[in-house]
């Protein structure tokens, strides 16, 4: 994913200009246009509430065992062998879970190609669907890359979620867990609409079925095995749904691990946005000093934890509990 820039001046109150200005004489009296607004948090403090005992959690232990299984496939871009082998891999863990393989054809700077998105269905009794996604590809051209953290987690964190929602009544919203294809770029993610092909394909398609409409919340996770969890606000995402991300945090007492910054995020959840669809991104960015770790070689296990994938699929799974309510 791209991140559109850290947005610091919004939080701090701050401007961003701290050159000394000139005097200059008075002009005369006339309409001014507004200045743009700045984006801004929509986070308060906010008190824990009670939650259940009964309340659904991930094992995070097998959450890294997955983890450490996706990654064991290697490199997974498109069409690559690591891929092949993980699309086996997922139909294998969800045939049982009414899995839908949406099969899709687009257009890349390298040519045609076909990719798949992987469905996997937990029905309930209310009328609606929260849709949890991950990508599970990894980047075409850096061959060497396993991407632990940006492919291995996304992928591993919704199969955790499916063995904790797997065989346990569902009153609430339907769940859909979506396994997106061909999220990074081929060449250049900011040339030629290269990147997010799997979305962008299901988000029309859903569009014009009226999947949409019924979709109540899409919730992205990506790179939350970072050792060192810390998942930035993303102003792209839906404000009511990063209060109850947040809220969920809370509850648990994670969330010195949630919204300290600000920022803007260009990923997954985009395309669902754009159509109306409530979305949130939640998204470890800060992956290693300055980012140093994202989409680099050394996007290896041993910068993960447990621990992470543990915290966030269970924060994942209290924002499903909060919203059904």
């Known amino acids: ?18 050159q000394t ?91 045609q190609f076909t990719g798949r998105n992987y469905i996997a269905k937990f029905p309930g009794k ?25 492919g291995g987690s996304s992928t591993a964190l919704p199969l955790a979620i499916a063995d904790a929602l797997r065989g346990k009544p569902n009153d609430g919203y339907s769940v859909w867990l979506l396994f997106t294809d061909a999220e990074e770029a081929f060449v250049d993610w900011n040339k030629n609409d290269d990147n997010l092909y799997g979305t962008k394909h299901l988000a029309q398609k859903w569009k014009q079925d009226g999947t949409s409409a019924k979709i109540k919340a899409f919730i992205l996770v990506d790179m939350l095995g970072d050792a060192d969890l810390d998942v930035d606000e993303d102003v792209n995402s839906t404000p009511a749904l990063r209060k109850v991300v947040y809220q969920a945090a809370t509850n648990l007492g994670y969330q010195s691990h949630f919204f300290q910054r600000l920022n803007a995020f ?32 050394e996007d290896t296990l041993d910068k993960e934890s447990p621990k992470s994938l543990g915290i966030s699929g269970d924060v994942v799974l ?8």
């Open 266 to 297: 260009e990923d997954d959840h985009r395309p669902f946005g754009k159509i109306g669809v409530p979305v949130v991104d939640i998204l470890d960015i800060n992956y290693g000093y300055n980012g140093s770790l994202h989409h680099s070689v």
């Open 126 to 150: 209310k009328d609606g669907i929260i849709v949890i996604a991950g990508h599970y590809d990894t980047l075409y051209n850096l061959p060497k890359f396993v991407g632990a953290n940006d």
């Open 21 to 111: 200005k000139q005097a200059t004489p008075t002009p005369s009296p006339q309409a001014q246009p507004e200045p743009p607004a700045q984006p801004q948090s929509v986070i308060t403090e906010t008190q824990p509430m009670p939650v259940p005992s009964n309340a659904l959690k991930i094992n995070a232990d097998k959450a890294w065992q997955y983890n450490k299984e996706v990654v064991g496939f290697g490199s997974r871009a498109v069409n690559s062998e690591g891929h092949k082998k993980l699309e086996n891999y997922l139909k294998t863990k969800l045939k049982n879970d009414n899995l839908e393989i949406d099969e899709f054809t687009s257009n890349a700077p390298i040519g």
């Open 1 to 18: 994913m791209i991140v559109a820039g850290m947005i610091l001046c919004a939080l701090m109150g701050l401007g961003c200009n701290s």
């Open 318 to 325: 209290e924002t499903v509990r909060l919203l059904n309510q």
